[in-house]
Nanobody, 126 residues
Framework: QVQLVESGGGWAQPGGSLRLSCAAS????????MSWARRAPGKGLEWVST????????HYADSVKGRFTISRDNAKRTVYLQMNSLKPEDTALYYC???????????????????WGQGTQVTVSS
């Protein structure tokens, strides 16, 4: 069955960095786009970033553009989210998600994803 396991969350000071990883299994990883989303305390689920199956395109929410970088290693079946210049408003539970196809996605549409991980907590504070 499909499994997505996030890791790498933790605490960082404002301006700091963290790198999230998501290890995937149970499907042909190289065939599907992958996304990250987050849920801040008291708020709804927010799309953060998407990478196409062949790494041909990456897309970001305006709130993280220029600070976060999504990448993938199809040989390792892993997707990453490098988060730099972290802000307190980046505090959230971060989820990895498998898209329903490899490309041509309705970006920011959370229903374009059919499987989700359990999430990893990121806390940014001084």
């Amino acid at each position: 069955q499909v499994q997505l396991v996030e890791s790498g969350g933790g605490w960082a000071q404002p301006g700091g960095s963290l790198r999230l990883s998501c290890a995937a299994s149970g499907f042909i990883f190289s065939h599907f786009a992958m996304s990250w989303a987050r849920r801040a305390p008291g708020k709804g689920l927010e799309w953060v970033s998407t990478i196409y199956n062949d790494d041909s395109e990456t897309h970001y929410a305006d709130s993280v553009k220029g600070r976060f970088t999504i990448s993938r290693d199809n040989a390792k079946r892993t997707v990453y989210l490098q988060m730099n210049s972290l802000k307190p408003e980046d505090t959230a539970l971060y989820y990895c998600a498998k898209a329903r196809r490899g490309y041509n996605l309705r970006l920011s549409a959370l229903d374009e994803n059919d499987y989700w991980g359990q999430g990893t907590q990121v806390t940014v504070s001084s």
